[in-house]
Protein backbone atom coordinates (compact mmCIF):
# COMPACT_ATOMS: atom_id res chain seq x y z
CA UNK A 1 0.00 0.00 0.00
CA UNK A 2 1.04 3.49 -0.89
CA UNK A 3 0.24 6.54 0.61
CA UNK A 4 1.70 9.00 -2.13
CA UNK A 5 -0.67 8.52 -4.56
CA UNK A 6 -1.27 10.77 -7.68
CA UNK A 7 -3.80 11.60 -10.20
CA UNK A 8 -3.42 12.77 -13.32
CA UNK A 9 -5.10 13.15 -16.71
CA UNK A 10 -3.45 10.57 -19.25
CA UNK A 11 -0.30 11.61 -21.10
CA UNK A 12 0.93 10.16 -24.34
CA UNK A 13 2.82 7.27 -23.95
CA UNK A 14 1.05 6.32 -20.70
CA UNK A 15 -0.89 3.39 -23.16
CA UNK A 16 2.48 1.22 -22.27
CA UNK A 17 1.96 1.41 -18.87
CA UNK A 18 -2.06 0.87 -19.61
CA UNK A 19 -1.39 -2.17 -21.24
CA UNK A 20 0.34 -3.41 -18.39
CA UNK A 21 -2.28 -2.82 -15.44
CA UNK A 22 -4.41 -3.92 -18.57
CA UNK A 23 -2.38 -7.61 -18.11
CA UNK A 24 -2.51 -7.40 -14.52
CA UNK A 25 -5.64 -6.61 -13.75
CA UNK A 26 -7.30 -9.20 -16.19
CA UNK A 27 -4.74 -11.80 -16.92
CA UNK A 28 -4.48 -11.08 -20.96
CA UNK A 29 -3.24 -8.47 -23.25
CA UNK A 30 -4.78 -5.48 -24.69
CA UNK A 31 -3.70 -5.18 -28.50
CA UNK A 32 -2.12 -1.64 -28.46
CA UNK A 33 -4.15 -1.41 -31.71
CA UNK A 34 -7.76 -1.32 -30.14
CA UNK A 35 -6.45 0.68 -27.66
CA UNK A 36 -5.33 3.84 -29.97
CA UNK A 37 -8.70 2.68 -31.99
CA UNK A 38 -10.71 3.51 -29.58
CA UNK A 39 -9.12 6.11 -27.47
CA UNK A 40 -7.89 8.40 -29.77
CA UNK A 41 -8.76 7.52 -33.43
CA UNK A 42 -11.95 8.10 -32.59
CA UNK A 43 -13.98 10.57 -35.19
CA UNK A 44 -15.71 11.80 -31.93
CA UNK A 45 -12.52 12.94 -30.49
CA UNK A 46 -9.80 11.61 -27.63
CA UNK A 47 -10.94 9.78 -24.50
CA UNK A 48 -10.57 11.30 -21.54
CA UNK A 49 -8.77 9.07 -19.27
CA UNK A 50 -7.42 9.46 -15.71
CA UNK A 51 -4.78 7.44 -13.70
CA UNK A 52 -3.75 6.58 -10.27
CA UNK A 53 0.09 6.23 -9.87
CA UNK A 54 2.12 4.99 -7.56
CA UNK A 55 5.84 6.47 -8.36
CA UNK A 56 6.53 4.75 -11.43
CA UNK A 57 3.54 1.77 -11.13
CA UNK A 58 0.57 2.48 -12.64
CA UNK A 59 -2.11 1.62 -9.58
CA UNK A 60 -5.52 2.74 -11.35
CA UNK A 61 -6.66 3.42 -14.94
CA UNK A 62 -10.71 4.89 -15.75
CA UNK A 63 -11.79 6.25 -18.91
CA UNK A 64 -14.26 6.63 -20.96
CA UNK A 65 -14.54 7.14 -25.38
CA UNK A 66 -16.41 9.58 -26.84
CA UNK A 67 -19.61 8.99 -28.58
CA UNK A 68 -21.95 12.00 -29.94
CA UNK A 69 -25.38 10.96 -29.27
CA UNK A 70 -28.95 12.11 -30.73
CA UNK A 71 -31.07 13.52 -27.68
CA UNK A 72 -34.19 14.82 -28.55
CA UNK A 73 -32.54 16.30 -32.03
CA UNK A 74 -29.59 17.70 -31.00
CA UNK A 75 -26.05 16.09 -31.09
CA UNK A 76 -24.26 16.28 -27.27
CA UNK A 77 -21.16 14.25 -26.80
CA UNK A 78 -21.17 12.35 -24.44
CA UNK A 79 -19.13 9.13 -22.82
CA UNK A 80 -18.88 5.28 -22.87
CA UNK A 81 -17.86 4.19 -20.12
CA UNK A 82 -15.13 1.27 -20.12
CA UNK A 83 -11.96 -0.34 -19.23
CA UNK A 84 -12.23 -0.22 -15.36
CA UNK A 85 -9.13 -1.25 -14.09
CA UNK A 86 -7.37 -1.53 -10.72
CA UNK A 87 -3.82 -3.21 -9.37
CA UNK A 88 -4.07 -6.07 -7.78
CA UNK A 89 -1.97 -4.75 -5.52
CA UNK A 90 -4.05 -1.66 -4.81
CA UNK A 91 -7.86 -2.56 -4.71
CA UNK A 92 -9.78 -1.79 -1.76
CA UNK A 93 -8.46 1.77 -1.58
CA UNK A 94 -11.33 3.81 -3.58
CA UNK A 95 -9.22 4.30 -6.45
CA UNK A 96 -11.79 3.72 -9.18
CA UNK A 97 -14.51 6.29 -8.04
CA UNK A 98 -11.76 9.00 -7.69
CA UNK A 99 -10.77 8.63 -10.66
CA UNK A 100 -14.10 8.82 -12.11
CA UNK A 101 -15.02 11.43 -9.94
CA UNK A 102 -12.27 13.39 -11.83
CA UNK A 103 -12.91 12.01 -15.31
CA UNK A 104 -16.59 13.54 -15.02
CA UNK A 105 -15.66 16.39 -13.73
CA UNK A 106 -13.44 16.89 -16.96
CA UNK A 107 -16.41 16.12 -19.28
CA UNK A 108 -19.05 18.42 -17.57
CA UNK A 109 -16.24 21.45 -18.07
CA UNK A 110 -16.13 20.10 -21.92
CA UNK A 111 -19.78 20.27 -21.82
CA UNK A 112 -20.11 16.69 -22.02
CA UNK A 113 -23.80 15.20 -21.74
CA UNK A 114 -23.45 12.44 -19.99
CA UNK A 115 -21.47 9.36 -18.95
CA UNK A 116 -23.05 5.89 -19.88
CA UNK A 117 -22.39 2.44 -20.18
CA UNK A 118 -22.76 -1.72 -19.48
CA UNK A 119 -21.15 -2.23 -15.78
CA UNK A 120 -20.34 -5.94 -15.26
CA UNK A 121 -21.30 -8.05 -12.33
CA UNK A 122 -17.53 -6.77 -10.42
CA UNK A 123 -18.29 -3.15 -11.41
CA UNK A 124 -22.31 -1.95 -11.34
CA UNK A 125 -22.59 -1.86 -7.73
CA UNK A 126 -19.44 0.57 -7.20
CA UNK A 127 -21.18 2.79 -10.31
CA UNK A 128 -24.55 3.20 -8.37
CA UNK A 129 -23.28 3.01 -5.08
CA UNK A 130 -20.54 5.20 -5.15
CA UNK A 131 -21.16 7.70 -8.61
CA UNK A 132 -24.41 8.25 -8.64
CA UNK A 133 -25.08 6.15 -11.57
CA UNK A 134 -29.02 5.42 -12.25
CA UNK A 135 -29.85 1.41 -13.64
CA UNK A 136 -31.93 2.81 -16.96
CA UNK A 137 -32.40 -1.05 -17.77
CA UNK A 138 -30.92 -4.53 -17.68
CA UNK A 139 -30.91 -5.46 -21.53
CA UNK A 140 -31.61 -9.09 -22.89
CA UNK A 141 -30.38 -10.92 -25.57
CA UNK A 142 -33.68 -11.60 -28.08
CA UNK A 143 -32.39 -14.87 -29.19
CA UNK A 144 -33.91 -17.34 -32.27
CA UNK A 145 -32.99 -20.93 -31.98
CA UNK A 146 -31.95 -21.87 -35.43
CA UNK A 147 -31.96 -25.86 -34.98
CA UNK A 148 -35.15 -27.01 -36.15
CA UNK A 149 -36.11 -23.38 -37.85
CA UNK A 150 -37.32 -22.74 -41.34
CA UNK A 151 -36.85 -19.13 -42.98
CA UNK A 152 -38.93 -16.48 -41.30
CA UNK A 153 -41.76 -15.92 -43.83
CA UNK A 154 -40.24 -12.76 -45.57
CA UNK A 155 -38.68 -13.76 -48.62
CA UNK A 156 -35.13 -12.18 -49.17
CA UNK A 157 -35.10 -9.97 -52.36
CA UNK A 158 -32.91 -9.45 -54.73
CA UNK A 159 -31.67 -5.68 -53.48
CA UNK A 160 -29.84 -7.13 -50.48
CA UNK A 161 -26.51 -6.42 -51.02
CA UNK A 162 -23.26 -7.28 -48.96
CA UNK A 163 -21.21 -4.28 -49.02
CA UNK A 164 -17.65 -4.19 -47.97
CA UNK A 165 -17.33 -0.44 -46.59
CA UNK A 166 -20.10 2.17 -45.99
CA UNK A 167 -20.41 5.07 -48.85
CA UNK A 168 -21.89 8.62 -48.73
CA UNK A 169 -25.36 6.90 -48.98
CA UNK A 170 -25.29 5.88 -45.19
CA UNK A 171 -25.26 9.53 -44.91
CA UNK A 172 -28.25 10.40 -46.41
CA UNK A 173 -29.65 6.98 -44.13
CA UNK A 174 -28.69 8.69 -41.24
CA UNK A 175 -30.25 12.28 -42.04
CA UNK A 176 -33.68 10.59 -42.39
CA UNK A 177 -34.12 8.21 -39.30
CA UNK A 178 -31.92 10.30 -36.74
CA UNK A 179 -34.88 11.90 -35.10
CA UNK A 180 -37.22 9.13 -35.53
CA UNK A 181 -35.71 8.17 -32.30
CA UNK A 182 -35.53 10.00 -28.96
CA UNK A 183 -31.74 8.82 -28.14
CA UNK A 184 -29.76 7.04 -30.78
CA UNK A 185 -26.04 7.02 -31.07
CA UNK A 186 -24.81 9.44 -34.53
CA UNK A 187 -24.72 6.53 -36.77
CA UNK A 188 -23.43 8.36 -39.95
CA UNK A 189 -20.80 7.08 -42.44
CA UNK A 190 -17.59 7.94 -40.42
CA UNK A 191 -19.26 6.62 -37.20
CA UNK A 192 -19.94 3.42 -38.74
CA UNK A 193 -16.42 3.04 -41.08
CA UNK A 194 -15.08 3.48 -38.14
CA UNK A 195 -16.87 1.54 -35.56
CA UNK A 196 -16.96 -1.94 -37.84
CA UNK A 197 -14.74 -1.37 -41.02
CA UNK A 198 -11.83 0.01 -39.19
CA UNK A 199 -12.03 -1.72 -35.55
CA UNK A 200 -8.35 -3.76 -35.58
CA UNK A 201 -9.62 -7.30 -34.11
CA UNK A 202 -12.94 -8.12 -35.32
CA UNK A 203 -14.15 -9.07 -39.15
CA UNK A 204 -17.99 -7.51 -39.40
CA UNK A 205 -20.47 -8.24 -42.10
CA UNK A 206 -22.38 -5.29 -43.38
CA UNK A 207 -25.62 -6.17 -45.50
CA UNK A 208 -27.59 -3.52 -47.16
CA UNK A 209 -31.37 -2.49 -48.54
CA UNK A 210 -30.61 -0.70 -51.37
CA UNK A 211 -34.17 0.54 -53.24
CA UNK A 212 -31.62 2.09 -56.85
CA UNK A 213 -29.58 4.81 -55.51
CA UNK A 214 -31.00 4.89 -52.06
CA UNK A 215 -29.68 2.17 -48.81
CA UNK A 216 -32.98 1.75 -47.23
CA UNK A 217 -31.74 0.43 -44.35
CA UNK A 218 -28.44 -2.25 -43.04
CA UNK A 219 -27.35 -4.70 -40.67
CA UNK A 220 -24.02 -5.46 -39.71
CA UNK A 221 -23.21 -9.40 -38.07
CA UNK A 222 -20.50 -11.05 -36.52
CA UNK A 223 -19.99 -14.96 -35.75
CA UNK A 224 -19.24 -15.78 -32.10
CA UNK A 225 -18.80 -19.19 -31.44
CA UNK A 226 -21.60 -20.64 -32.95
CA UNK A 227 -24.26 -17.45 -33.06
CA UNK A 228 -24.96 -14.92 -35.50
CA UNK A 229 -25.09 -11.99 -33.93
CA UNK A 230 -26.43 -9.12 -35.40
CA UNK A 231 -23.97 -6.52 -33.90
CA UNK A 232 -26.05 -3.19 -35.54
CA UNK A 233 -29.09 -2.69 -37.63
CA UNK A 234 -30.49 0.52 -38.66
CA UNK A 235 -33.52 1.02 -41.28
CA UNK A 236 -35.71 3.38 -42.45
CA UNK A 237 -39.69 3.40 -40.37
CA UNK A 238 -40.76 0.35 -42.74
CA UNK A 239 -41.38 -3.02 -40.44
CA UNK A 240 -40.68 -4.94 -43.71
CA UNK A 241 -37.48 -3.60 -44.51
CA UNK A 242 -35.77 -4.79 -40.85
CA UNK A 243 -38.15 -8.22 -40.94
CA UNK A 244 -36.24 -8.89 -44.47
CA UNK A 245 -32.41 -7.87 -43.76
CA UNK A 246 -33.29 -9.96 -40.59
CA UNK A 247 -34.96 -13.09 -42.83
CA UNK A 248 -31.58 -12.60 -44.60
CA UNK A 249 -29.53 -13.46 -41.20
CA UNK A 250 -31.25 -16.09 -40.70
CA UNK A 251 -30.51 -17.74 -43.84
CA UNK A 252 -26.80 -17.20 -43.46
CA UNK A 253 -27.21 -18.75 -39.78
CA UNK A 254 -28.58 -22.00 -41.59
CA UNK A 255 -26.62 -21.93 -43.82
CA UNK A 256 -23.17 -21.83 -41.88
CA UNK A 257 -25.18 -24.69 -39.81
CA UNK A 258 -25.10 -22.44 -36.30
CA UNK A 259 -26.91 -22.39 -33.33
CA UNK A 260 -29.14 -19.09 -33.06
CA UNK A 261 -29.23 -15.73 -33.93
CA UNK A 262 -29.29 -12.97 -31.53
CA UNK A 263 -29.30 -8.81 -31.44
CA UNK A 264 -29.96 -6.25 -28.77
CA UNK A 265 -33.61 -4.29 -29.87
CA UNK A 266 -35.67 -2.01 -27.27
CA UNK A 267 -38.81 -4.12 -26.30
CA UNK A 268 -40.47 -0.72 -27.30
CA UNK A 269 -39.52 -0.93 -30.92
CA UNK A 270 -42.11 -2.14 -33.56
CA UNK A 271 -39.44 -4.54 -34.87
CA UNK A 272 -39.29 -6.49 -31.54
CA UNK A 273 -42.68 -7.40 -32.00
CA UNK A 274 -42.82 -8.38 -35.03
CA UNK A 275 -39.52 -11.12 -34.04
CA UNK A 276 -41.58 -12.41 -31.36
CA UNK A 277 -44.49 -13.75 -33.24
CA UNK A 278 -41.55 -15.46 -35.53
CA UNK A 279 -40.02 -17.26 -32.38
CA UNK A 280 -37.20 -14.66 -30.86
CA UNK A 281 -37.54 -14.89 -27.19
CA UNK A 282 -35.75 -12.91 -24.63
CA UNK A 283 -32.25 -14.89 -22.92
CA UNK A 284 -29.19 -14.85 -21.52
CA UNK A 285 -26.95 -12.94 -20.98
CA UNK A 286 -28.46 -9.98 -19.27
CA UNK A 287 -26.07 -6.70 -19.61
CA UNK A 288 -26.85 -4.31 -17.18
CA UNK A 289 -27.15 -0.43 -18.69
CA UNK A 290 -27.04 2.82 -16.83
CA UNK A 291 -25.19 6.14 -17.00
CA UNK A 292 -25.53 9.43 -15.20
CA UNK A 293 -26.64 12.69 -16.34
CA UNK A 294 -23.45 15.77 -16.02
CA UNK A 295 -25.56 18.69 -17.52
CA UNK A 296 -28.52 20.07 -15.51
CA UNK A 297 -30.72 21.04 -18.13
CA UNK A 298 -30.89 17.91 -19.65
CA UNK A 299 -34.31 16.09 -18.84
CA UNK A 300 -33.47 13.43 -16.62
CA UNK A 301 -36.81 11.77 -16.82
CA UNK A 302 -36.13 11.14 -20.90
CA UNK A 303 -32.43 10.00 -20.54
CA UNK A 304 -33.22 7.60 -17.59
CA UNK A 305 -36.38 5.61 -19.38
CA UNK A 306 -34.66 3.47 -21.61
CA UNK A 307 -37.88 3.47 -23.54
CA UNK A 308 -36.18 6.21 -25.54
CA UNK A 309 -33.11 4.67 -26.46
CA UNK A 310 -32.44 2.76 -29.65
CA UNK A 311 -28.88 0.78 -28.37
CA UNK A 312 -27.57 -2.11 -30.19
CA UNK A 313 -25.00 -4.54 -29.12
CA UNK A 314 -22.59 -2.41 -31.28
CA UNK A 315 -22.98 0.23 -29.05
CA UNK A 316 -21.32 -1.71 -26.24
CA UNK A 317 -17.35 -1.98 -26.31
CA UNK A 318 -17.68 -5.23 -25.97
CA UNK A 319 -19.46 -6.80 -29.16
Not at 99 to 105: E, H, I
Not at 184 to 201: E, F, T
Not at 234 to 257: A, K, M, N, Y
Request: charged content about 25%; overall charge neutral; cysteine-free.
Amino acid sequence: MSYGLKIRAYRLGDEIQILRLFRQSYGRDLDRKVWFWRFQDNPAGQGIIYLGWDKDTLAAHYGVSAVVMRISGWDWLTGLSGTTMTHPDYRGQGLFPKLARKTYDQMRQAGMAMVWGFPNTQSHRGFVRDLEWVDIYEIPTLRLALPGHRLLPVPPPTNILELQWFDGRFDQLWEQVRDDYRIIAKRDRDYLQWRYVKNPVTEYHILAYVDGDDVMGYAVYKRYREELQIVDILTRPDIEIGLTLISRLVQIGLEQSLSSVGLWLNVSHPLHRALERLGFYNDRPVIYFGGLSLQSHLQETEIYDFRNWYLTMGDSDVF
